[in-house]
């Protein structure tokens, strides 16, 4: 076992079961994890009967499946963004020998994200100057490119801290220029804070339209941490139209929150869709960036998608870090 990651236990769901793959496979030498070992381990753990042979195999047979299923659910979710793969004969999951391609580095992110607090698997999460750039940047520049392969058409990153270095006021005259369908309202709001960074929208996109206005206009807010539930941005979204946006051309405004997890209580997230109208998470969020990256380059105005040199370079940082811990 890679000594990056901790052993199984039985308290672990299948979505951690196969994190617990993928992670080990990440930091492993030869890039393999193999299924026995996690069978072996928690078959270890559990009380039953040495000489109930039958009833071992019937609950290995199942975990096997249910591992199986897991892992072919994401890598038909996410296609080429996806940097795993199960062997044929379901023993080994090997991560690509290139899994520093900027394609595989939006699921990377996500996958180490969504362990960075109260991990059961990742021994050495990101912390400090690592962890301090993924919240503030890298899972920023995943979001942004993510929200443009949802919406087909350009995005912009709101977030603080911008990499611009523009006010939201600068920023949104730069969004109406590309198409954005409304007007800056400056000066801002009369009860718009002088300290205000982002009003709580993280990223804006639309659909590419000839001419404004776009059929539809989205407002993201970045979660990458496990209190996600409660940060909807539709409330945010109100107050920052009402500050900075005005003569709106659009009435079809739709509001997403762009996460790192792998949600599998399903009415949960059922529920939390409802909550939120619209959920990006890891079955998600990477191929939508990968088609983000591509509407950039065909000449989408796309923030940060000029960054992915950004995002590998964190996965080596962090990897090196972890391994050396």
């Known amino acids: 076992m890679a000594k990056a990651v901790d052993p199984p236990t039985l308290a672990l769901g299948i979505d951690d079961l196969v994190d617990w793959l ?18 072996g381990a928690l078959l270890e753990l559990q009380e039953t009967a040495e000489d109930d042979i039958a009833e071992r195999d019937r609950q290995r047979e199942q975990l096997i499946e249910r591992l199986e299923n897991e892992v072919l659910l994401r890598q038909r979710s996410l296609e080429g963004a996806y940097p795993f793969e199960l062997s044929q004969s379901g023993e080994e999951l090997s991560i690509d020998a290139d899994w520093r391609r900027p394609e595989f580095a939006f699921y990377l ?22 962890l301090a750039r993924l919240r503030n940047d890298i899972f920023q520049i995943v979001a942004t490119l993510g929200l443009a392969g949802y919406s087909a058409g350009p995005a912009f990153s709101v977030g603080w801290p911008r990499q611009t270095g523009e006010t939201i006021v600068q920023l949104l005259s730069r969004a109406v220029a590309a198409g954005g369908g409304f007007d800056v309202r400056t000066p801002p709001g009369r009860y718009v804070s002088p300290h205000e960074k982002d009003g709580g929208v993280d990223v804006i996109a639309w659909t590419a339209e000839a001419v404004p206005p776009p059929s539809a206009f989205y407002f993201g807010q970045t979660a990458s941490g496990k209190n996600w539930p409660s940060k909807p941005v539709r409330d945010h979204a109100n107050t920052f139209g009402q500050a900075y ?70 996965l080596d940082d962090f990897v090196v870090y972890a391994q050396a811990a």
């Open 22 to 39: 993928e992670l080990t496979a990440l930091f492993d030498e030869y890039g393999v994890a193999r299924v026995d070992a996690l069978l």
């Open 109 to 130: 992110v996500c996958l180490i994200t969504s362990h960075v607090t109260g991990s059961a698997i990742l021994r050495t999460p990101p912390t400090d100057e690592l």
């Open 245 to 314: 946006m005005q003569d709106h051309m659009t009435g079809n405004r739709l509001y997403f929150t762009l996460i790192p997890f792998r949600v599998l209580d399903d009415a949960f997230w059922h529920s939390q869709n409802q909550f939120h109208m619209g959920i990006l998470d890891r079955l998600r969020l990477p191929a939508r960036a990968l088609q983000g990256v591509r509407l950039a380059e065909q000449g989408t105005l796309v923030d940060n998608s000029d960054r992915l040199g950004d995002l590998t370079r964190w």
